[in-house]
C-alpha cells in the first residue's frame, strides 16, 4: 500500500474514533438531571388571572411526565394522542439552524397520510436537540418511534418539539421510558397539565379556546402555547399546539393557518431573536356532530381559528421576559403593507424605545429614530407620532398642543399604544412587543444555570 494511502486510513480511523468519543462524551454530558435552581417565581405582571377553562375537543387526549430532561422532579414531557382520520397542519421556524424535530416535522407533514391513521405529538422542555448533528435525528427518530410502538401508530404520524437549551445532546433515553406511563395516563381533560409541561422560562400557563355554530352542531377550537423569550416574528416564534373537532380537509386547514400567521405569531415580538425549535402544530379530530367546514361556516370557522392564534399570541408578549407593558405598534399610510411592517418592527425591536417605556419615558424622538433606522420609505415632514390619542408630533416636528406631562401619564399604563403616521400611502401594519427591564437580563444572564 502507498505511504499517502496509508496516511488517508489513519485520518479516516481518527475521524471515526473522534465521532465515537464525541458520541460518548455526549452521553456523559446528559448522565443525570441536576435539581433545579432555586429561583423566586416572579409571575408576569400582565398574566391573566387564571388559566381559561378549555373545552375538551373529543378525539384529544393528554398526559404529561416527569422524565428528568434537565432538571429532577419538574413535569417536563407532554403527550397528545389524536383520534385515527384526524387531520394535521402545521407552520415552523425559517431559521436556517432550525432543530432536527423541526425538520422531522416539515418532511412527515409532506408525506401521504396512511388511510385512517391516528396522530401523536410528544414535546419535551429543557433541551431544544437543536444543533447536535446527527445526534439530534437519532434522537427525533427513538423518541416517535417508541410513542409509535406504544400507541400503534405508523413513524410518520408522530410528530415532536423540543424546546430549551441549545447545543446539548437530547437525553431522549429519558423520554423513551417515560412512554409506557404517559400513555396509561392519557386523559381528554389534561390540557391544562400539558400547558405547564411544555413551559420553560415562562411564567404562566398559556391557552385559549373558542366555539362556532356549525350546520348541525358545535365546533371547538382549544390551544396552548409556551413562549417568553426568544420570541422574534419568523413563524412560529414559540410552541403552539391547537386541536379542533372540525370535520375538515387537511388541505383547507393548512390554507387557514398559513393566512392566519403573518398578522398573529409573526406579529409579535420580545427580543427580535429568532428561535430554532419554534412550531406550531393544528389537529382537527372531524368529531363534531357539525357538518365538514364550508361557505360561510368556513369563515366563521377561520375568524374563531384566528382569534385563538391572536389570544395565545397576546399571551407570549405578555410573559415577556421581565415584561411590565404589553405595547401594541401601529403603523399606517406607509407606502405599502411591506414599508409598514419594516417601521413597526424597527420600533418594536429598539432597545431604546423598549427600555424607554420600561422607564416610563415618553422619550418619542426615539420612535423617531427607529422609523429613520427602519430602511422604509419615510418622509421627515409627513411624520406624526401618538401615545394611544395623545397626538405628540405631526408633519415632522413636535406638535404644538402636546404636553410632556400627558405623555408622561400615559406611559404609567401596562397596555400602551404606539401609533406612527408615515403620510405617504395606503400601508398598514400592527405588532405587539413588551418593554425591556433588568429583569430579561437576569433571567438570560443564567439561563443556563
Request: aromatic share 4%.
Amino acid at each position: 500500500m502507498a505511504k499517502t494511502e496509508r496516511k488517508a486510513d489513519k485520518k479516516a480511523d481518527k475521524k471515526k474514533g473522534d465521532k465515537k468519543k464525541l458520541a460518548k462524551k455526549a452521553k456523559v454530558a446528559a448522565a443525570a438531571p441536576v435539581a433545579a435552581p432555586v429561583r423566586i417565581k416572579v409571575v408576569s405582571p400582565l398574566a391573566p388571572a387564571s388559566f381559561p377553562d378549555l373545552p375538551v375537543i373529543a378525539g384529544v387526549s393528554f398526559a404529561t411526565a416527569a422524565a428528568g430532561v434537565r432538571y429532577a422532579g419538574r413535569q417536563d414531557v407532554m403527550l397528545a394522542h389524536i383520534a385515527p382520520g384526524s387531520t394535521i397542519a402545521g407552520a415552523f421556524t425559517r431559521s436556517s439552524t432550525r432543530a432536527a424535530c423541526v425538520l422531522d416535522c416539515q418532511a412527515k407533514l409532506a408525506m401521504r397520510v396512511p388511510a385512517g391513521a391516528g396522530a401523536a405529538i410528544i414535546v419535551n422542555s429543557g433541551n431544544a436537540n437543536a444543533f447536535t448533528g446527527a445526534l439530534g435525528q437519532e434522537a427525533v427518530d427513538a423518541v416517535t418511534g417508541a410513542v409509535a410502538d406504544a400507541l400503534g401508530l405508523p413513524a410518520s404520524r408522530v410528530f415532536s418539539s423540543s424546546t430549551g437549551v441549545i447545543g446539548e445532546p437530547l437525553p431522549h433515553d429519558r423520554i423513551t421510558a417515560a412512554v409506557p406511563a404517559l400513555v396509561e395516563s392519557l386523559r381528554e381533560d389534561a390540557i391544562a397539565t400539558a400547558a405547564t409541561a411544555i413551559m420553560t422560562t415562562d411564567t404562566f400557563a398559556k391557552g385559549a379556546s373558542a366555539t362556532v355554530q356549525g350546520d348541525g352542531g358545535e365546533i371547538r377550537i382549544a390551544g396552548i402555547a409556551k413562549g417568553s423569550g426568544m420570541i422574534a416574528p419568523d413563524m412560529a416564534t414559540m410552541l403552539v399546539y391547537l386541536f379542533t373537532d372540525a370535520r375538515i380537509s387537511a388541505t383547507m386547514l393548512q390554507r387557514m393557518l398559513s393566512r392566519n400567521v403573518g398578522g398573529t405569531f409573526n406579529a409579535i415580538t420580545v427580543d427580535s431573536d429568532t428561535s430554532t425549535s419554534d412550531a406550531l402544530l393544528i389537529a382537527a379530530t372531524g368529531q363534531s356532530a357539525a357538518a365538514p367546514v364550508k361557505g360561510a361556516v368556513a369563515k366563521v370557522f377561520e375568524a374563531a381559528l384566528r382569534g385563538v392564534m391572536m389570544d395565545l399570541a397576546h399571551q407570549v408578549v405578555r410573559d415577556g421576559e421581565g415584561a411590565t407593558k404589553f405595547v401594541e405598534v401601529r403603523v399606517t399610510r406607509a407606502a405599502d403593507d411591506a414599508e409598514a411592517r419594516r417601521v413597526a418592527l424597527s420600533i418594536a425591536n429598539s432597545p431604546l424605545v423598549k427600555t424607554a417605556i420600561a422607564g416610563q419615558d415618553p422619550n418619542w424622538g426615539r420612535i423617531v429614530a427607529a422609523v429613520g433606522k427602519s430602511g422604509a420609505q419615510a418622509d421627515r415632514d409627513r411624520l406624526g407620532i401618538s401615545f394611544g390619542d395623545i397626538l405628540v408630533a405631526r408633519d415632522g416636528w413636535r406638535n404644538p398642543a402636546y404636553r410632556e406631562e400627558d405623555g408622561a401619564a400615559y406611559m404609567l399604563g401596562s397596555e400602551l399604544t404606539i401609533k406612527v403616521d408615515m403620510g405617504l400611502g395606503r400601508g398598514k401594519a400592527t405588532v405587539w412587543t413588551c418593554d425591556l427591564t433588568h429583569r430579561y437580563i437576569d433571567i438570560n444572564a443564567d439561563y443556563r444555570s
